[in-house]
């Protein structure tokens, strides 16, 4: 096999609820995960001058290591001593640092993407570990699950068996958004905090949309919204489109609401301005 193509899904998180900040300077999260039909595409090739060099249709994605896929390709490189060189294409179809965590499924895609073309033989636990190592998001992408849980700082992941398919409608700002900047600004209020992942969860396994539209929660909203207060306006015109709920992404700006069916979805799609936005319609994968 000289080369490979994978998908690389995007992923929303229906509860987003920051437990605390941790010594080590990470915030302790519960999340629970959401895969999204709203996919990159990426293709794996051998070269042989032994570099990896990555192409991407995208202007704001950096082609050199500072990608979350060079990363990856790096540490299994060098940890198996691989000597030929890989080109790495990826097709960008999910909106950069929005929340949507499309560099982490990057990665966990070039992590399984080359266990494969170079035959290393890891397992998935063993692939769980090098994801850790890149970043926080990218474990979930590694498990073949619709829905997860995601404790510690989002990277130990519990698949969910809940067979629930969601259509929603993303909306994310032509802004970038940058997760340190976003945590800078928490102010963690730890008393009464509720558990918002297990208020979730029942009415998700019942696909019981109208209580879960209403369950659907960020911590991190307040904090997006001290940088962009006019945000505060996505979440506002799909309730007043008749969206059933509606909530940031990760840390933001990306909004996504909750549909009823995917006509519904399509209909709130049109409320919004491309010229401002990029709006797409998008169900659990
Ligand atoms: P994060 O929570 O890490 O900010 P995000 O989902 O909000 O993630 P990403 O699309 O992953 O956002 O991009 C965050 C930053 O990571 C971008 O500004 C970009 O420079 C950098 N980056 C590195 N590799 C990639 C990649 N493969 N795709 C997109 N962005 C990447």
Redesign the pocket.
Known sequence: MDSLTVRSPAKLNLVLDVLGKRPDGYHELRTIFERISLS?QITLARNRSGKIHIR?N?P???CGP????YQAAKLLSGDFSISEGLNIN?I?N???????????S??AAVLSGLNRLWQLGLSNAQLVKYAARL?S?VAFFLYNTAYALGTGRGEIIKPLNVKTKLWHVLVTPRV????PEVFARLKLNLTNKRDNVNILLPFLRKGDLVPLAGALANDLEPAILSLRPDFIKLKKKFIDAGALGACFS??GPSVFALAESQPHAVSLRAQFDRRYTQASVVSTL
């Open positions: 990159d991407c995208h704001h994605v950096p500072q990608n979350l896929v990826i960008k999910i909106p950069v640092a929005a929340g949507l965590a499309g560099g982490s990057n990665a970043g998001d970038k958004m940058h997760t990760g840390s």
